[in-house]
């Protein structure tokens, strides 16, 4: 019974992790996995290792059994805390450390054996990262597109095609930089309006680069 737990725990992080890691953010499938399992594991320790102590004769055994699961709630922050991100005054990285300490209260539940409520919240925390993603960015005349841009060996390039990006109406809400010997390669998330083609967007670029859709 408590390994079915703790299977359904983590099938739910999972669940949540995968929605994540469509969007490219830090923390994805394993993590939420993880963190769901490693929750319902402490659940099932915090409401039943402590079953074999002595009742006192106040009727109450030695030992407070929830102090384990309350350390999981707050212990659950310096994951989260990794998440976050700060960068010339934005902040990146608070919706996937919401998600993640979420995810942690899904594990409790679910390990605290209340399948229904964990497994109800898991869709509510997913259909909220959907369809609240980006201030009902669904209901913009745009998309989110992923641009890579290739063997880049200029100074300053990022803040040069930011610059640029919107100047033409395009909104950067990610990047990435992965920096090669003599070059780096940048990978952005953009938010195009639909009178914006690709050719246009590509014709910024002078290195190579590709550009897809963005889930």
């Known amino acids: 019974m408590y390994i079915i737990r703790m299977i359904v725990a983590s099938f739910c992080g999972i669940c949540i992790g995968l929605e994540r890691k469509n969007r490219l953010k830090e923390a994805g499938v394993r993590t939420h996995c993880v963190v769901a399992c490693a929750s ?31 350390q999981v709630v707050s212990g659950i922050g310096f994951l989260g805390a990794g998440m976050i991100f700060v ?32 497994i109800a919240s898991t869709i509510i925390i997913i259909l909220a990262q959907i369809l609240l993603h980006k201030n009902f960015r669904w209901l913009k005349n745009s998309k989110l597109k992923k641009l890579v841009i290739k063997n880049v060996n200029v100074t300053g390039y990022q803040q040069y095609i930011t610059d640029l990006f919107i100047k033409h109406g395009i909104s950067v809400y990610d990047v990435n930089i992965e920096k090669n010997e003599t070059d780096s390669n940048y990978t952005f998330i953009i938010e195009v309006p639909q009178n914006i083609s690709e050719e246009k967007i590509l014709s910024f670029v002078d290195f190579k680069c590709k550009i897809s859709e963005n889930s």
């Open 40 to 70: 319902a594991l402490m659940m099932i320790i915090s409401k039943y290792c402590f079953a074999d102590l002595p009742i006192g004769v106040d009727g109450v055994r030695g030992a407070d059994e929830a102090r384990i699961a309350a």
């Open 87 to 118: 960068h010339k005054n934005t902040i990146t990285g608070l919706t996937t450390a919401a998600g993640i300490w979420a995810t942690s209260g899904v594990g409790l539940a679910i390990g605290a054996g209340m399948y229904i409520v964990g």
